[in-house]
């Protein structure tokens, strides 16, 4: 397909839902709407398929078996190693770690850095990032010395850039670890901004693409960062596989933090060395079928045309935008210029987990709570919001059952 | 008697409506609207919770919403009774079906009610499931907490 055919390339959701089998089921006795997708995206069949048919015809352990199935599994295993590459535009294979995830890759970061790091040094994070890129830091911190700081948010969700630059001007800045897209608010960060900002101070960028992936393809040259991660559930993958991307220099200098099989060159009780990367960090039988599950998860979404994707995406979230209006009392949070279609959202007088019990009785999945993002939570003044977050096989009609629904529970606790 | 225990000992729920009640009302509730209009309506009954006592210590973890419980043993009858506050108004229903099945029970008999039971009659109720999060089984918790200690120091 030449490019200008991919660009024009519609998304045809009746066929694209079909690709989806968990979509097809009923609760409470109605069909699933399910806009919980922030949280965890449902798998395709060719997801499904693609991991079946590895245990049924490749399984064995990678790397090790002087047989057949070893070299069928080692094939599969680096061939979905090499989709990630592509997807994120890497250099080499070499800067592609499996993780178990986001948290993981962020975990092995701030560990890989911690030698880095001297008393009085500044990590800086948003107010707006999850736990899960701001406790690595706080535990790094905790032994190094250093200290975490965040960088505000606006009242519309946008990260405050002259905060940033503020907390720049400290010659003691050494790592800038910021979300690409926020989980809880839906904000699109202006990541290569930002990241030519702290490069141009000698920051360090980790740049959190749990939220992003599912929406954009990240170029991770072109952004220049130094770190990128992201799991593979939420790109409509399988749970318990993820992507460390690293700068070479970087990886090469850090300490693995676990240690074991797989990760070494070589054992004595002289000297261990360990092993070339990406394998240093990846000790014990990795997660095999689910890394070739998530191969075939960026092969499926890249086929659909991501400029055909964001399209559906904007037009599920205007859709939505403009249906606010029709629930008394509710409000949105979090309303940046660039967003996915992530609606954060409360409504007077009503718990989040009222909404979400109520939703879920017109078979409505959303998230309730703090998403885990307290600090937001709190510069927001909420004990937590309601989240649905879209993704490209819903529909418009499912964008207005949910604002039936709201009306309906509205209605319901007004009386 | 302070006005803080004749409150408690006010309560009505458990003492004049009792889970009997609560089943036959839901035989009559064909649909979520009207069991959850139901459920919204019991929670309303709650009486008010003092402000004061909205402190850690009476803090029930493990909700999504935030719920106090505090509890006076009445030294008359030796009874326990309890009040429950949440900002959410679904777990405030919850709770009061709570009080209905256990406030102003002695100790002992608080302790010998069978709690799995009740979650099986909750989830008859429909789709009030006691493990999502809506802290059904932390309250309940802390109120067996509270009685075993009663029950031990009586």
């Known amino acids: 397909m030449t490019d200008l055919a991919a660009a024009q390339k519609t998304l045809d959701v009746n066929a694209v839902r079909r690709d989806f089998p968990i979509l097809a089921e009923t609760v409470n006795g109605k069909p699933l709407v399910y806009l919980d997708n922030g949280a965890s995206a449902q798998k395709p069949v060719a997801v499904l398929d693609a991991m079946e048919r590895y245990y049924r015809e490749c399984h064995s352990n990678v790397h090790r078996g002087a047989h057949t199935l070893g070299d069928r599994a080692t094939a599969a295993f680096e061939g979905a190693r090499e989709t990630v590459r592509r997807f994120i535009n890497a250099a080499s294979t070499r800067q592609v770690i499996w993780t178990r995830g986001t948290t993981e890759a962020i975990n092995t970061i701030a560990n890989g850095l911690a030698d880095r790091l001297q008393p009085g040094d500044e990590i800086l994070v948003s107010t707006m990032e999850h736990h899960a890129n701001i406790v690595p830091w706080q535990m790094v911190a905790q032994r190094t010395g250093a200290k975490v700081l965040p960088i505000q948010v606006t009242p519309q969700g946008e990260l405050d850039l002259d905060a940033l630059d503020s907390l720049l001007q400290s010659d003691r800045a050494r790592i800038l670890a910021v979300t690409h897209v926020s989980n809880v608010l839906g904000t699109v960060n202006p990541v290569r901004e930002l990241i030519a900002k ?37 790109l409509f993958g399988p749970t318990g596989i993820g992507v460390l991307y690293g700068r070479e220099a970087l990886l090469e200098e850090m300490e693995p933090f676990m240690g074991g099989g797989e990760m070494i060159e070589r054992v004595s009780f002289e000297r261990t060395t360990w092993n070339t990367l990406p394998y240093k960090f990846e000790a014990g039988t990795p997660p095999i079928a689910e890394a070739v599950g998530l191969g075939a998860a960026i092969d499926y979404v890249e086929g659909l045309g991501r400029n055909a994707l964001e399209t559906a995406e904007q037009a599920l979230l205007q859709r939505a935008n403009e249906l606010v209006e029709t629930v008394p009392g509710m409000t949105v949070i979090g309303t940046a210029k660039e967003k996915v279609p992530v609606l954060s959202f409360k409504i007077d007088g009503l718990h989040p987990s009222d909404i979400g019990t109520l939703l879920d009785q017109q078979g409505i999945a959303i998230r309730t709570g703090h998403h885990c993002a307290m600090p937001l939570m709190e510069f927001f003044c909420v004990p937590g919001t309601a989240r649905a977050s879209f993704a490209f096989y819903n529909t418009l009609d499912e964008v207005e059952q949910f604002f039936a629904a709201l009306q309906k529970i509205q209605r319901l606790f007004a009386e | 008697m302070t006005a803080a225990a004749q409150q408690f000992l006010d309560n009505p729920l458990g003492q004049g409506v009792t889970l009997d009640d609560v089943n036959e009302a839901f035989e009559f509730l064909d649909d979520w609207e009207e069991r959850y209009a139901y459920i919204i309506d019991l929670g309303k009954q709650l009486p008010a919770f003092p402000d004061d006592e909205k402190v850690e210590e009476n803090y029930v973890h493990g909700c999504q919403s935030q719920v106090w419980l505090i509890h006076y043993l009445d030294p008359d009858s030796g009874r326990l009774f309890l009040m429950i506050d949440s900002d959410a108004m679904i777990v405030r229903g919850l709770a009061a079906i709570i009080l209905i099945a256990l406030n102003g029970k002695l100790p002992r008999d608080l302790l010998s009610v069978d709690v799995d039971e009740l979650f099986e009659r909750l989830d008859l109720f429909r789709h009030i499931s006691p493990t999502r999060g809506n802290g059904l089984r932390a309250m309940v918790g802390k109120i067996r907490d509270i009685a075993s200690k009663e029950e031990a120091g009586a």
């Open chain 1, 198 to 234: 702290a490069k141009a101070k000698g920051v360090l960028t980790v740049i959190d693409g749990a939220q992003a992936v599912p929406h954009y393809r990240p170029d991770v040259q072109a952004l220049d960062c130094d770190f990128y991660a992201f799991s593979g559930h939420k």
